[in-house]
């Protein structure tokens, strides 16, 4: 099974960028709000991708670009909205980088 073909089917877009805002790689990923394990949805709001507590979220992508390597400022992008990475970590198939999943967070800009 090929997983790239699975983001490129069903991932939405986004993109990986600098601290500057620019657009280091485009890719395609999985999103979503984490959730507690006893299902417990205490001070969280609805979104548009599902039920979100405290900012926090699951991304799974492709290998590239390699999130674990991200430096402090980079940010994914997605649906307008704009996420930090809290922690990434890659997931092996054999030798090779089957996906990499990494905790995001919503990032709040000031004014």
Partial sequence: MNVASVFESYGRPAEFSSKDGETLKEMRAFISP???K???YLYGVNTEIGYNSQGHYLYIGPPDPDLTLAQD???ISC???KYRI??????YKGEDVFYIWAIIRVIVETE
């Fill in 79 to 81: 649906m307008g909205e």
């Fill in 38 to 40: 006893n299902k417990m």
């Fill in 86 to 91: 809290d922690r990434a970590e890659k997931v």
């Fill in 73 to 75: 400022g980079e940010y």
């Fill in 34 to 36: 984490l959730r507690y």
